[in-house]
């Protein structure tokens, strides 16, 4: 069974910074890309990254040169480092498993989510 | 960048027809999937490659993408589609969301 595992998630001034992790089972980060996806309160989803399977990584302009995605394949874990923090990253965050012929053209499984809250 | 469009809300009565459009340039280029996000939980992915239903989905849920504009179509709209929608694309290596289509079911 396929399941993402969000953690890491809490309250940090603006300036600052956090770590998500996202632990995967059931598939392994080698093989395929997990993107991150936020939403922030009274928004949409917005797409943040995905660490490719390849082990490339893409951002959002949004959050292009604060953020930055890696993965541990010995721990099947995903990692969003998340820098410079600003009010406006104020979001839940979901890491998810990518599927297609690109290996992420939609994003079959989701975690539960992590709550980042950035206020002073 | 590219774009996604989708209408902000839409109210329907259960065993009614919902029909959600997206709209963007060449869409009908591009395969497009949805997700649902009910209040409170993750998304779920309900269509990708435009009208496929993964494992688990309801028949009413359907779709098409022709020219400009994808719709997600839900036949006999029950309480629980009550939702927000999204539809997505795979786009020069960035994935693009519409912004989201507040389905009431009243």
């Known amino acids: 069974e396929v399941q993402l595992v969000e953690s890491g998630g809490g309250l940090v001034q603006p300036g600052g910074s956090l770590r998500l992790s996202c632990a995967a089972s059931g598939f392994t980060v080698s093989n395929d890309c997990v993107n991150w996806v936020r939403r922030a309160p009274g928004n949409g989803l917005e797409w943040i990254s995905v660490?490719?399977?390849?082990?490339?990584?893409y951002y959002a302009d949004s959050v292009k040169g604060r953020f930055s995605a890696s993965r541990d394949t010995s721990k099947n874990t995903v990692f969003l480092q998340m820098n410079s923090l600003r009010v406006e990253d104020t979001a839940v965050y979901y890491c998810a498993r990518g599927g297609g012929g690109s290996g992420w053209d939609f994003l079959d499984y989701w975690g539960q989510g992590a709550l980042a809250t950035v206020a002073s | 960048s590219y774009e996604l469009t989708q209408p902000p809300s839409l109210s329907v009565s259960p065993g009614q027809t919902a029909t959600i459009t997206c709209s963007g340039d060449e869409l009908e280029d591009k395969y497009v999937c949805w997700y649902q996000q009910r209040p409170g939980q993750s998304p779920v992915l309900v269509l990708f490659?435009?009208?496929k239903r993964p494992s688990g989905i309801p028949e009413r849920f359907s779709g098409s993408n022709s020219g400009n504009t994808a719709t997600l179509t839900i036949s006999g709209t029950q309480s629980m589609d009550e939702a927000d929608y999204y539809c997505?694309?795979?786009?020069?290596?960035?994935?693009?969301f519409g912004g989201g289509t507040r389905l009431t079911v009243l």
């Open positions: 490659e435009d009208d």
């Open positions: 660490v490719s399977c390849g082990g490339r990584t």
């Open positions: 997505h694309v795979w786009d020069s290596n960035a994935l693009v």
